[in-house]
């Protein structure tokens, strides 16, 4: 297979969208997964590989903690987010649509057939499904419901519901949900309490690891209120919370289901201790430190170095009240970088995105506008053994070598690094590499300004929606416009920004990425393979569409083993870098974090994921010695 991928033919939007959404149809993932799961057998867990960390009826995780108090106020700003949700703003209760601003952790109303470990790689346990049986093929599913199911109602959770949801999800659900579930055939309520979802045996072959942990709805709920963006209307659920008080864009509270029907479960014990968690919404990020300042906000993830570096010198630092600590980062793939949207014309070439990547200067901006406190990134998978460095293994040299004449040459040497710049925030070197590059690719200055052979004038709009970038990213425009790039940076509010990235509509945006530990085909699917790259609300905003990584995305999908797994994910890195679809920007090993001295909290903390709010508790002897009683 030699020859232009539809990324660097010269399609137009529109029948670029058309081409890479075609490969829905083909047969992507042929063979069995789950080689190492037995079939026939009743199982409370699954995992990629087979490897369970709890027996069956284990009392509780071990990072979990069943004797904290319940109680209190958790008023937080969330650092992560899913689907449609918007940390800025809110304007619909539904965060499982393509449409709409949703709030955060809507999630903790609506329990899943199984939930994930955190202190495990890949993990799932039985909470609204007491078993799974997988078939011998491994395209059937058959989970046994747990009868003392309710919804917050008191209704029966049944298996109707569930079958339900997922066909409501295939056909209606936010694309980064829907697409999991392409392949699925049937979703059927055998009995009352008997599930089964049935595939075509063109799935990712550990597919039902993702879709095992989607939301469940009432049927009754949905066929009477409708399951779209368009009203503030909660969905009706089963989880540990529910949506309490709430004004839309500006703050939503989650109450504590006191009688949870999953509580004393194993995997649901010692969670969820707060009576309340509340989020305020600013679209300000100095409104939102100064809320915190005041205490009306009492926990915070820092994500701005100055701030870090320079704003934590107020009463309630220096008096105790508060406490700002770092916490060591969990142990997931970090992607987070500059995205060139390959549906635009002008970044279909790999030259172009080369050299668009040489006018960021990681080195000054670091040391003059970071503190020195992060470092940079060049993985699509950093942080984690998946990350290719120097060259290729013998194992990962005898993959390679399959793609010999397909894959970008630069993916069999060295890995592919980020340039080191002087310094100086203008590296004349850099940037006569970068002017090179671009005159290789058909670029020519006219009037100050590059035009191609058409006479088309290169523009580039980096779309933003917080002024920070405004600053940091200052210098990285002024180097391109020195290049001749005709490139401005553009702030929207949080609606508009959120509905032009999910419509790839935009030049240029930056993106952070928390991967699953141990990736699966359908979360890669989602960023980097040619079926979601005409999919609207998918991940993959740079457009990639490239039978090369989609060939490799498979072979990861279908590794029986974690060495297995590791080979092919540092080999689809190594193209990926040569590809240059991101620009990977920076990372930090720890969690910067603040906050009122008034929680409890377990040393113990999971390896894979930190869901504070779920995780921590309220102690009210240290609030009322801080006077937060």
């Avoid at 499982?96 to 495990?120: H, K, N, Q």
């Avoid at 701030?307 to 008096?319: Q, S």
């Avoid at 670029?443 to 600053?471: C, M, Q, S």
Wanted: glycine fraction near 8%; include cysteine.
């Amino acid at each position: 297979m030699t020859g232009p991928t539809p990324s660097a033919s010269g399609l137009s939007r529109r029948e670029f969208i058309a081409a890479a959404g075609a490969a829905l149809a083909l047969p992507l993932f042929p063979g069995a997964g789950l080689a190492n799961i037995p079939a026939g057998v009743p199982l409370h867990g699954l995992s990629a590989f087979g490897d369970l960390k709890y027996s069956e009826g284990f009392s509780h995780f071990d990072y979990a903690s069943p004797e904290a108090p319940k109680g209190g106020t958790f008023n937080f700003q969330p650092g992560y987010w899913y689907f449609n949700q918007n940390v800025l703003t809110f304007n619909t209760l539904n965060a499982f649509v393509r449409t709409g601003d949703a709030p955060p952790r809507m999630e903790l109303c609506f329990d899943t057939l199984m939930t994930r470990a955190y202190d495990e790689p890949d993990a799932l346990y039985g909470l609204l499904a007491e078993s799974v049986t997988v078939s011998e093929d491994r395209n059937s599913f058959t989970f046994k419901l747990r009868p003392e199911a309710r919804f917050h109602d008191g209704t029966p959770l049944t298996a109707e519901d569930a079958a339900f949801s997922y066909m409501l999800i295939k056909e209606k659900g936010h694309p980064q949900l829907a697409l999991a579930l392409t392949e699925l055939e049937e979703a059927v309520a055998e009995e009352p309490h008997r599930l089964r979802l049935t595939f075509s045996g063109r799935q990712a072959p550990r597919n039902i690891l993702t879709v095992a942990s989607y939301p469940v709805f009432s049927k009754s709920f949905i066929e009477e209120n409708g399951f779209d963006s368009s009203r503030l209307v909660p969905l009706l659920g089963s989880g540990p919370y529910k949506v309490g008080r709430f004004s839309a864009g500006r703050y939503i509270e989650y109450d504590r289901v006191e009688d949870y029907w999953a509580r004393d479960l194993g995997p649901a014990r010692g969670f969820n201790h707060f009576d309340r968690i509340r989020i305020d919404f600013y679209r300000d990020r100095n409104a939102g430190f100064e809320a915190f300042k005041k205490g009306d906000t009492l926990w915070r993830e820092e994500f701005t170095s100055r701030t870090w570096a320079t704003g934590y010198d107020f009463p309630a630092i220096k008096d105790g009240r508060i406490v700002q600590t770092e916490i060591p980062n969990e142990k997931r793939p970090q992607l987070y970088g500059l995205v060139l949207n390959q549906r635009r014309e002008q970044f279909r070439d790999a030259r172009v995105r080369e050299a668009i990547s040489l006018c960021f200067d990681f080195e000054w901006t670091n040391r003059n506008l970071f503190y020195g406190i992060y470092t940079r990134s060049h993985s699509f998978f950093e942080n984690s053994p998946y990350m290719a460095e120097g060259l290729p293994s013998d194992e990962e040299q005898a993959l390679l070598d399959r793609f010999r004449g397909e894959a970008p040459e630069a993916a069999f040497g060295e890995a592919v690094m980020q340039p080191v710049s002087d310094g100086s925030g203008r590296d004349r070197a850099k940037l006569r590499e970068a002017r090179r590059l671009l005159t290789e690719a058909g670029w020519t200055p006219r009037d100050g300004v590059l035009h191609n052979e058409k006479g088309t004038r290169f523009a580039l709009e980096y779309l933003v929606r917080d002024e920070i970038f405004l600053r940091t990213d200052a210098s990285f425009t002024e180097n391109l416009r020195a290049i001749g790039i005709d490139a401005s940076i553009r702030l929207v509010d949080a609606s508009q920004y959120q509905s032009r990235q999910a419509g790839f509509d935009f030049d240029m945006i930056s993106m952070a990425i928390g991967m699953v530990p141990t990736p699966d085909a359908d979360g890669l699917e989602q960023l980097f393979h040619s079926r979601s790259a005409g999919v609207e609300g998918s991940y993959n905003f740079s457009g990639t569409a490239d039978p090369v990584v989609d060939a490799l995305i498979g072979i990861a999908g279908r590794s029986t083993t974690r060495e297995e797994l590791t080979v092919a994910l540092k080999v689809l890195d190594r193209v990926l870098r040569a590809r240059r679809d991101w620009i990977p920007n920076w990372h930090s090993a720890n969690h910067r974090i603040a906050h009122w001295d008034m929680f409890g909290y377990s040393d113990n903390k999971p390896d894979y994921f930190f869901p504070v709010e779920s995780l921590w508790w309220h102690d009210a002897e240290k609030a009322k010695a801080i006077g937060k009683a």
